[in-house]
Structures are given as C-alpha cells and as structure tokens.
C-alpha cells in the first residue's frame, strides 16, 4: 500500500472513536434499566480482523481493559465458524472470558466481502441475572453457583436468525425479564450501529488500508505508553492497600503491588495479595489486568490512541487462587470494589515515584446498592452504583460528586428512582467536614436516604473504606469513612457493616442511610489559602469550627475573615491530627441522623 498519511490516519482515528461512542449511544437510548440508561454501566469497543480493539467508547473505564481476554477467548472458541449475522454471548468469568455474572458481552464481527475485518462489541452491566438476592450482587454468595444464570460462549444470533430459545431461558431465570431483555435487545441494536459504522469505513478505505492504518494505531499507541513509563523514574515501587473485611468481625483483605520500572515497560506483580475468599468480592484475571492498565492510561491522558497497542509495555501477573485471580467456583458479583482498590494501590506505588502527579485518595469505589421484592403485584428490583469524591490533587482540590476516576458512571435522578420504585429517597446530599483537609482538599461525602414503601423487601450493598480510610495525600489527611445505617420503623438505628455476610429484610417505613466516604485531602492543611477556607464555610462545604482547627483559619460570627487570628493560629500550630477531623464528620453525621453515635472504634482524638 501506499505510505501512511497522517491526515487519514487521525480521521480513521476519529471514526473508530466515534462509532465506538454510537454504540454506547444507542445502546443508551434504547435501554430498558436505569441501570444502563441512567448509571451508564456498561461499555462498548470496535476491534480490528486480529480482534484487538482500536477504540473505546466513553463509558465505564474499570471495564476496557478486559476486551482483550474477551476477544482472545471468542476467537479461540468460534475460530473459523463465524458468519455474516453471528452475535456472540457470554458472561462465564471461568470459561469464556467474562468478568463477572451481571456484565454480558455480545461481539458481533463485521464482514466486508466474506472476510471479517472488525468485531463491534458490548459490554453490559444488567439490573437482575437471577441468584439469592435481588440485582445479583449479594456479596454473602460463596460460590459462583448462587449468583445466577451463567451463559458459556453462545451464538445469540446464528447468520441472522436471533435464538429465542436462549433468551427464553434467560428470562425464565431472572427476576425482572422485561428489563433484562431489553437491555440485550438494545447490546444487539448497540452492536449492530457498530457493524454499520464500521462498513462504512472499511467501504471507504478499503479493507487492507483500513488494517494497516488499524496498526498504525497499536504502534503509536504503544509508543506513546512507552515514553510515559520512562518518564517514571526506573525503580522497583510496593504499595498496599485494604478492603475492610466482610461480615460483623470483618478481618482486612490485603492488596499488595510491587510495580517495577525499566526503561520503557512496567511489571507489576501482585504476590502478597490476599488469598480468595468465600464471599462475592473475587474478581477474575480480567479484571485485575482492566484496572491495572487503567492507572497508566490516567497518566497518559487523552492524547495517546485507545488502542490495544497501550497495554503493550505493561505486563500483569497475579497468582492463582488470590482474590485478584480467583479459581472456580469462587463467588465474584460483587467484585467491583476489589477493581477499585486495584487502582488505588497502583496510584499508591506510583505516588512513590512521581508524587507530583498522583492525586490523594478518592472514596475508594462506588458503592452498590440493591433491593426487590413484590410491589402492585409485580415484582420489582432497584440497584445503583453511588460515587463521587476525587481526592485533592498537586495543584487543585478534589471533585465533589463526580464520578469515580475508574468509572464513567452517573448517579441515577431521585425522581426516576420514586417514579419506578417503591422508594422515597428523602435525602441525597453532601456531607458537611467530610472532605479530607489540606492544601487542596478531597471532595465531599455524599448521604442517600432511603425509605422503603413496600411492604416487605430484601436488601443487600457492597461498601467499604471504614476502618481502612481513604489513602492520604503526602501529609497524610485522610478522608473519612463509610457508614451505613438501618433505622426501623420503630426508630432504632443499627450501624451495618461495610461488606455484609447477609440479607437484610426491610419493612414499610424502614429507612436505610448509606454515606460514602470522603476523599483524602493533599498537602499540608495550613498551606491552603485562607479565603479558599473562607469561601467553603460560605457554601456549607465545611464548618468555622473545622476550618479553625484543620485549617488554621479563624471565621468571625459574621462571616468574615478573621486575618490577624489566623496569622497567629498558623504560626502557632505547624503539625495536624490527621484523624482530627473525624470528630467533626461524626458530628455531622448526628445532626444528619438523628440518634446516631459514631463506632467506638472511631478514632477522634485531637480536636482543639
């Protein structure tokens, strides 16, 4: 073929970005659950004829990195017997490549005459795939055989024919199938707009051209990698990091990373990490590799190609029979938050190495939420993921409700929530001194309040980061923690754990509170300029309590800034508490809740 041009090669670039985000948008639009159109959990991606995808759309980030093992496994298994009309199904985490029971993939390869030269492909997050408790994500499942309907590597569509049989009996399978339906006709529609998009540029280009401008893409991609590795200084850089534990007498689950650069390619080993465990936080391989590559594509930014080239330079190892790569038939529905923690603590090494570039720790993961039982005669399940604190970063504060740097997910709106569900959300706020302090400050804790109006429902979440708070910025200001709280009817509170070993059965009336934690603050508190301080007291971010003694800063009864108490306060004191802050969350927290009184393991000690 002719030389590369750069012209076209970026215009190819940007139709694979955009035909990727079509899908995404489609699927979108056409979703029956608030868990795809409103929370955006799923993912989409185009991949070359090798398999190896060449774009990414923009949804959730802690799944993209998983495409690969996906791709590997459907061509090894459909080899030479895929035809013009075939959409592949899968979600076994053990045998086909999938990650855990609830996300499905459908990848449908694209042909331009009787060759494949492409693979449009979805990834979704459904509301219901059956199992001991409503939405799947019960975290109590010990083995892989409660968590619901496991789907083998399947043909959905045979050359066109849809194969009704299969979703007969995944219907018959799950506890709302309207939904759950839905949401796979709308991955077919998603995948099908892909295969459309990608003809018409596999028409324009010409099948051979398309392909090679495809691996100048990995190339570039993998250079680009390359030179941001090796401007981390070469080293070898541990870290570890925690899940709080499951169950009342909860025992940390332990991350541990040893992430060692040379030169242009990184290794990162994860031996030391805590072995599975009988519980749904297992998260297969694919996940381990998604959320590890994920931290170095943060580093690279927006400039370097989506591309499978990337994950070139960077190579993952996990033993065998750890939480991080768990052998059958280890429960994983709930595995989410063990991705998020991946992330943390490759962030946490690498803040060893280029501090000044490493934001603090974030709320440390969504949080899941999930309830169902009968309502009007049907029955009905609701589930969302709830984020958003980023922590302080070098040179600004963190975000207050944003999603999570892993995830490109969205709160799902309070009014859709009542006008679909047997709930009343009556609070959905910030939490006041819930960031954690510093020169640039961690975003703020968010509260949902939920009261139940059916009359009987079944509840479980996934949580943490409460004993084990958020990773503190370089001076060490943690965020606070998360709390969830079960008040019954007949008003007493009882403070539930992070990662439940159990159900919970709720009545009419029972009001469920569930806090995310806030994130970690960076730098020294006292650095933070003090009409900053000033300007979150105005908005209710922070109390002049707190701002007086996390910050230094000195607030008068009217308002206003206090310069010569400051001055002298900052001079007097140089060194902070860094659970100082604790006692003015809790604070927070009662007048939030009222009768609530912090764990007696809180520590809130050094307040003046």
Known sequence: MAARDPITLEVVKNALDSIADQIALVLMRSAYSPVVRDSMDYSTAVCDRDGRFVAQGLTTALHLGSFPTAMRSTIAKAGGNMRPGDIFIFNDPYGSGGMHLPDIYLIKPVF????????????????????????????????????GICIPFLKLSDEGKLNQTL???????????????????????????????????????????????????????????????ASIPDGCYEHEDFIDGLGEDPKPVRFHVAVTVKGDSVALDWTGTSPQVKAAINAPGPFLASASYLAFRCLAGHEIPNTEGYTAPINVFAPRGTIVNPKPPAAANARGIVGFRVFDTVLGALRQAIPDRIP????????????????????????ETVMGAWGGRPTLDGIDGASNLAANQSNQPVELIEAENPLLVERYSFVPDSGGPGEHRGGLGILRQYRFLAPESVMTFRSDRREQLPPAGLEGNLGTP???????????????????MEAYTVEEGDVFFQVLPGAGGYGHPFDRPAE??????????????????????????????DTGATLNLRAARSVTNSRAHLAFFFRAMGELIAGFTPPKTSDTSGVS
Not at 368 to 383: A, C, E, I, L
């Open 112 to 147: 331009l005459r009787g060759s494949i030269e492409g693979y449009a492909t979805a990834l979704v997050h459904h509301a219901d795939l059956g199992g001991i408790a409503p939405g799947s994500m019960a975290v109590h499942a010990t083995e892989i055989y409660q968590e």
């Open 532 to 561: 900053l301080v000033l300007a979150d007291v105005a908005d209710r971010k922070i109390t002049p309590e707190y701002a007086r003694a996390l910050h230094g800063v000195v607030i008068q009864p009217d308002g206003t800034l």
């Open 167 to 229: 979703l007969d009996m995944i219907a018959a399978n799950v506890r709302i199938p309207r939904q759950v339906i839905g949401d796979l006709r709308a991955q077919m529609a998603g995948v099908t707009r892909g295969e459309q998009g990608l003809l018409e540029l596999l028409q324009r280009h010409g099948a051979n051209d398309f392909y090679d401008y495809c691996l100048a893409l990995h190339e570039n991609a993998e250079v680009a990698m390359r030179r941001v590795i």
């Open 482 to 500: 998360n709390l969830n709280v079960l008040k019954r009817k007949g008003g007493k509170l009882r403070l539930l754990p992070v990662l439940p």
């Open 360 to 383: 603090a720790g974030n709320e440390g993961g969504a949080i899941n939420f999930s309830v169902g039982g009968q309502w009007r005669d049907q029955v009905y399940v609701f589930n």
